[in-house]
C-alpha cells in the first residue's frame, strides 16, 4: 500500500513540474489565447475607448474614440473623450471643424500646450507621429 501511495505522489509531482514548465514556456501563446476570450478587454480610460470616427484633413489622419465616463460600478459624471492626431509631422497644429462628441471644435496644439474652443483639454502629449488629446466631458441631467 505504501509503495502505491508513493507512486502516485511521484506521478503527481511530475506531471505537474510538466504542467508548470508547459505554462511558463508558452507563456506568450496563453497570453495571446486568453486575450481573445470574449470577457477580456482592455479598460478604455487606458486605450481611450472605440474609435468611431477617422477623418483626412489635408495629410493629417484624425482619429476621435467613443466618450468615456470613467466609473466603479457604473458610468461617473465626468468623462473625456480622446482624439489620436496620426502622421503630424510639425510641432504645432490647427485643426478647423473637427466633430467631437456632437460639437464641432476647433483645436490648436503646441508642445508647451493644447486648446479647443467648447472644450477644456485635460491631457496631451506628443508622440512620435503625432498627438494624443483628451477633451473634458460632462454628463447632463
Known amino acids: 500500500m505504501k509503495k ?18 508547459a505554462v511558463f514556456i508558452g507563456m506568450g501563446g496563453w497570453q495571446q489565447l486568453a486575450m481573445r476570450l470574449p470577457f477580456m478587454r482592455i479598460d478604455p480610460v ?19 474614440h467613443e466618450p468615456v465616463f470613467p466609473g466603479l460600478f457604473s ?28 460639437n464641432v471644435i476647433a483645436l490648436s496644439l503646441t508642445p508647451a500646450s ?7 483639454v485635460t491631457e496631451f502629449a506628443r508622440i512620435s507621429d503625432g498627438w494624443i488629446v483628451r477633451l473634458e466631458l460632462k454628463k447632463l441631467d
Do not use: H, K
Open 75 to 102: 458610468e461617473g459624471d465626468e468623462g473625456f473623450v480622446q482624439i489620436d492626431v496620426r502622421q503630424c509631422p510639425t510641432d504645432t497644429l490647427r485643426l478647423d471643424s473637427l466633430p467631437v462628441a456632437g
Open 4 to 21: 502505491i501511495i508513493s507512486f502516485f505522489a511521484y506521478l503527481w509531482a511530475a506531471l505537474g513540474t510538466i504542467i508548470i514548465l
Open 46 to 64: 487606458f486605450t481611450g475607448g472605440t474609435v468611431v470616427d477617422t477623418l483626412q484633413v489635408d495629410s493629417v489622419m484624425v482619429l476621435v
Open 114 to 120: 493644447a486648446m479647443a474652443n467648447d472644450l477644456s
